[in-house]
């Protein structure tokens, strides 16, 4: 489904949010929609029927007051004895219940594909408009509620489609028919028994207004304790390692007590709502009784005109008793409607929401030719905390450049600028003179292969994470590249070899294992310009060894920035830049940055285990910089 109108299609749903939805999404189902309209008048139609058959039974058959007719049936074609008639009005109570039941099957069935087809084209059109979005726009809320807007949304907009529309017409269909029939049976009564009725809806509104605050609180209760099991699950071996089981249920008991307190004070309200109901209309019930019964055994009471007979009666009574389920099913659609408009608010606001990392109206593919990359004054901030400042530098085509520095200065986040994840606040970044914000970003991104910290796999196969992105590669280009990887000879030993299930409820991989098959994935991809951001640094130094011999072959005429901790990793490369506190402050090859006897000369003092060696100031620094690193994280975890 095309979206980059979106804005226009969904518009402001929060004014009409079912409208627009059935506007945008209904086109296709319009059918399913009918076929459940016209359903629910029909089964609405037979289901008044038995009521008024067994008023006309009683008059006509049993009390003999009045001919015997059926609407519709020509008066030649009834019975004329009352056994005949009485046997005739029961097979048309059967005829109307049958055909009742299979009405209803048509409804249920029209109603239930015209919600689940929208349901599932909002879906995915709403989950299309989240990847979309910038990577920022992830670090800024919780996956949870991302979920939830995806699931619980969408569902909920899904339910009022298929259950609350069907009410309403189902709502409407009922007290038209039945008040047409009572008013056309007795005026006079019929305004006796309708009088509960405005008493009964001012009731319900009351309801809903005292419970909605209270099914909010029970919302954001379930959502905290929702949150927190699920982080206790996830952080499971930690909760173990620290002995916190203890610790954890007391939080988990404190979450639950929240959760029984908020939902108590809405039960509270809830169990008032259906007695008060059947009070109101008990009581109405009762005066229709009174003066419908003083009207069949002395004529009209309380100045009211006209005869009633007893099958009438009988109609009145049982239509009234009626007429309080359509009162009972209208809180619920209130409920289901207010529901929706949540629901429908928060699905807008995700999808008209606008990646501000897109294509300019007149981007070109990238060209690549050499694959130099230069950073030209570029600085960046998240939010408002400035992370990279004035970086400024020009990388040669075919060179290999590491990246180092302490912890926190700013390399990943680098290089995250390189395939657009972010965009520089100031600056710009040219990939042979080309800005990378005037090229389209799926060219950018196939020439630019990313292999991060924290190599993510898919639940599939290990063939299918290596070949992701790559498509269109065959098994025997998947296989060469897990080989160039170094991850040929453990993947043949794992059960299935290249048929494994890896990736969440899948085998567990060693973090070593799982990071050679990203960068399998990465050199099948065979990118002009490689980022391996610390992409060796969770295998054992043999390991290493042999994935950087084949990364050679594989960096020797590509572009390629390698972040490391472990120095020895980029001493050969080209050149090394090195970090500090979001800036660059060295630059040169291994040899002339220990000649130089800068930052570099101390990092690698450090992993050469030479600390005695180390300057003063090098170490005083190294204190503050902890220091602040981690008063970042105390922040971060407020
Ligand atoms: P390391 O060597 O530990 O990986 P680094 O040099 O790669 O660190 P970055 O990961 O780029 O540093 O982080 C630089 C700064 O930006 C840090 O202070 C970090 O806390 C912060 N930071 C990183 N990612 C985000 C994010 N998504 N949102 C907000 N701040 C972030």
């Not at 489904?1 to 299609?9: G, I, K, L, V, Y």
């Not at 239930?112 to 910038?134: E, K, N, T």
């Not at 610390?534 to 054992?540: F, G, L, N, P, R």
Request: hydrophobic share 40%; charged share 25%; glycine share 8%.
């Amino acid at each position: 489904m095309e979206r980059a109108d979106s804005e226009d299609r969904l518009g402001t749903w929060r004014e009409n949010p079912i409208w627009k939805l059935y506007s945008v999404y209904g086109g296709g189902s319009r059918r399913y929609a009918l076929l459940g309209t016209v359903a629910t008048v029909l089964g609405r139609i037979f289901g008044l029927v038995p009521a008024f058959v067994i008023g006309l039974a009683v008059d006509a058959v049993f009390l003999r007051q009045r001919p015997f007719g059926l609407p519709l049936i020509p008066s030649a074609w009834l019975p004329t004895t009352p056994t005949g008639q009485l046997y005739v009005s029961i097979a048309v109570l059967l005829v109307a219940t049958f055909a009742g039941a299979v009405t209803s099957w048509f409804e249920d069935w029209g109603w239930s594909v015209f919600a689940q087809r929208i349901q599932r084209d909002l879906r995915v059109d709403a989950y299309d408009s989240l990847q979309r979005l910038d990577v920022a726009y992830f670090t800024r809320r919780r996956t949870g509620d991302l979920m939830s807007v995806l699931n619980n949304d969408v569902n909920a907009l899904e339910t009022f489609l298929e259950d609350g529309l069907s009410a309403t017409l189902w709502i409407i269909a009922t007290v038209l028919g039945i008040g047409l029939i009572l008013v056309s049976l007795n005026p006079g009564l019929a305004a006796v028994t309708l009088l509960p009725i405005p008493f009964l809806a001012a009731f319900t509104l009351l309801f809903t207004r005292i419970i909605e605050p209270r099914y909010l609180d029970v919302r954001e209760e379930i959502g905290d304790l929702n949150s927190r099991l699920e982080n206790n699950v996830s952080g499971i071996e930690v909760i173990k390692t620290q002995g916190a089981e203890d610790y954890e249920t007391e939080r988990v008991t404190e979450a639950s007590e929240g959760y029984l307190e908020a939902n108590l004070a809405a039960v509270r309200v809830q169990i008032t709502y259906f007695p008060g109901l059947n009070l109101i209309s008990g009581i109405g019930f009762a005066i229709t009784f009174l003066v419908g019964g003083l009207w069949v055994l002395g004529g009209p009471p309380l100045g009211l005109s006209g005869t009633l007979t007893p099958g009438a009666f009988v109609t009145f009574v049982i239509y009234a008793q009626q007429f309080v389920w359509p009162i009972l099913r209208f809180g619920d659609v209130v409920d289901d409607y207010e529901r929706a408009k949540t629901a429908a608010s928060r699905v807008n606001s995700l999808m008209t929401s606008d990646p501000e990392v897109r294509d300019e109206a007149d981007a070109e593919p990238l060209s690549i030719t050499a694959g130099s990359v230069t950073y030209d004054d570029v600085s960046f901030a998240y939010d408002d905390r400035e992370v990279l400042t004035d970086v400024d530098f020009a990388v040669d085509g075919g060179s290999t450049v590491g990246i180092v520095g302490p912890t926190g200065a700013g390399k990943s986040t680098l290089l995250k600028l390189l395939p657009r994840l972010y965009d520089p606040e100031e600056g710009a970044i040219r990939i042979d003179g080309q800005d990378v914000r005037d090229v389209t970003v799926e060219s950018l991104r196939s020439s630019v292969g990313y292999v991060s910290q924290d190599p993510f796999l898919f639940y599939g196969t290990v063939r299918e994470n290596i070949r992701y992105g790559t498509f269109d590669a065959d098994d025997e280009a998947v296989e060469r590249a897990a080989k160039r990887a170094q991850a040929d000879e453990f993947i043949r030993n794992l059960r299935n070899g290249y048929d494994t299930l890896v990736g969440e409820r899948g085998v567990k991989l060693s973090g070593g294992q799982r990071q050679r098959l990203v960068i399998a994935r990465t050199m099948l991809k065979d990118p002009d310009i490689l980022v391996l951001d610390e992409a060796t640094s969770a295998v054992d130094t043999e390991t290493e060894a042999l994935i950087q011999q084949s990364l050679g072959t594989f960096t020797e005429d590509r572009t390629t920035f390698v972040i490391a901790h472990r120095l020895s990793t980029v001493r050969n490369a080209d050149r090394v830049l090195v970090f500090d506190d979001g800036r660059l402050v060295e630059d040169g090859t291994h040899e002339s940055l220990l000649e130089d006897d800068g930052l570099y000369a101390n990092l690698w003092r450090v992993q050469a285990g030479d600390i005695a060696h180390l300057p003063r100031a090098f170490l005083e620094r190294a204190r503050r910089r902890q220091a602040i690193v981690d008063e970042e994280w105390s922040d971060d975890i407020e």
